[in-house]
């Protein structure tokens, strides 16, 4: 079965400061990972995804991930915070092996301070 | 594409009402899924369906929640009786599932309260 973990529920970086959100993931076969944002009183959109290959992968506004089965993490950054930055975002993993169920993290509310 | 269309948008009902969601998935898409999201769960995954069928409905929290996909292009998600412990927002996704195009794509969600 496949777990996803998000350390830290808020995060709070300074404009134009590095942001890094963590996942970690749990699967017992190979993973396809994904990072969702979520703006106020809207659905989910998709930041980027790793499916096969190259394991860093560059997503949109900015965001890349890099894939890292030693440590089994999928952790989020952006060099440069933007205030329009500020939102949820949600980590998910599937199971490359078709069952095609997605597990969701709990979620980092990420603050961006002026 | 018009995306993930879910209806209504927001939804107040009484108390021991039947409630009713809709979801259209986006076209051609095989996999519609049916997540809640609350403050103190986050997002739960409640049912998906694969062409059709329901494949995994662990997630469904008792019997008072059903779910059906008649076709390809509408789903329903049904609470009856409702109770306040219900409210949420409820979300539809679909994907088309198929090797690595496979992320999930989000309706807007149904904020659903009932009083």
């Known amino acids: 079965a496949q777990s996803v973990t998000q350390l830290g529920s808020h995060v709070s970086v300074s404009e134009g400061a590095l942001v890094l959100l963590r996942c970690n993931y749990s699967?017992?076969?190979?993973?396809?990972l994904f990072w969702y944002v979520q703006y106020p009183n809207q659905g989910l959109q998709l930041l980027l995804k790793?499916?096969?290959?190259?394991?860093l992968v560059k997503g949109i506004n900015g965001f890349e991930a890099e894939f890292k089965k030693s440590e089994t993490s999928f952790h989020l950054t952006k060099p440069s915070a933007h205030m329009s930055d500020a939102a949820e975002y949600f980590c998910?993993?599937?199971?490359?092996?078709?069952?095609?169920?997605?597990?969701f993290g709990t979620g980092t509310r990420l603050k961006v301070l002026a | 594409d018009a995306g993930v269309i879910q209806s209504p948008r927001h939804e107040v009902t009484e108390m021991g009402q039947e409630v009713t969601l809709r979801c259209k998935p986006i076209?051609?898409?095989?996999?519609l899924f049916w997540y809640r999201q609350t403050m103190m769960r986050g997002l739960e995954l409640l049912i998906y369906?694969?062409?059709?069928?329901?494949?995994?409905d662990s997630g469904m929290p008792e019997d008072r929640f059903s779910a059906k996909m008649p076709n390809a292009s509408f789903s329903t998600l049904k609470i009856q009786p409702s109770e306040p412990r219900d409210s949420a927002v409820y979300f539809c996704?679909?994907?088309?599932?198929?090797?690595?195009?496979?992320?999930?794509?989000f309706g807007q969600g149904t904020r659903l309260t009932v009083v």
């Open positions: 996704a679909s994907s088309l599932g198929r090797g690595v195009r496979t992320e999930a794509f």
């Open positions: 699967s017992s076969v190979p993973p396809y």
């Open positions: 790793y499916t096969t290959g190259a394991t």
């Open positions: 998910a993993v599937i199971s490359a092996s078709g069952t095609y169920k997605y597990i």
């Open positions: 076209s051609g898409h095989d996999y």
């Open positions: 369906f694969n062409n059709n069928v329901p494949i995994d």
